[in-house]
């Protein structure tokens, strides 16, 4: 009974992760296994309102838990859509294509998607990283400006990769990832910009 009553005051008190342990070590004790699911029910619903890439993380896995309790089937979802969003306001588009996918017709999910690809193609453009963008824009063809990108992007990429300058006597190489190129020349390393002109490229 002492036990049970600390879980509980635990609980009421907002320590969900203790009170969550101490309703699992009771067991079958009175209704400790309806606690138990209580417990990271509200745990899941406080760490929503936190707004927090982490929080949203183990919110996703207390709702996985519980499917059948109270309406977190339908809070699991609500969660996935918000840390979808979270998401890709922090430049993670790719893991909020994921979620969003997962999410079905949830909402405005269809319409987020071609979003969240977008984004996920300028994302990887930006960083140089041209055949992933080039996949993720591919699925977006026909929204905003990707058909500008992917033109773009089939011009540069022919070139990207490690290539080496056989004319020059001493060692040297020539790295191009996205627009930069790294030059380097017995181990010491110069980066320039570049320009493609037809089948050749000008530093």
Known sequence: MVKYNGAKANLEAGNFEAAITSFEKLQNYSDSPDMVLEGKYL??????????????????????????????????????????????????????????????????????????????????????????AKDWLAQVSDYQDSASYLSEIEEW???????KLKENPVPTFLVLHGRTVSKIIEDELFEYSYTVDGSTIQL
């Open 43 to 132: 745990y899941a619903q406080h760490l929503v309102s936190e707004d927090k890439i982490p929080s949203f993380e183990k919110a996703v896995t207390l709702y996985s838990e519980i499917p059948g309790y109270k309406d977190a089937g339908e809070l699991e979802k609500e969660c996935k859509y918000l840390f979808a969003k979270k998401l890709l306001n922090n430049h993670d588009s790719e893991r909020a294509v994921e979620l969003c996918e997962s999410l079905g017709d949830y909402k405005d999910c269809p319409e987020l998607l071609i979003e969240y690809k977008y984004q996920a193609g300028l994302q990887n453009f930006t960083e140089g990283n041209f055949a992933q």
């Open 157 to 163: 990429l022919p070139f990207q990769g490690t290539w």
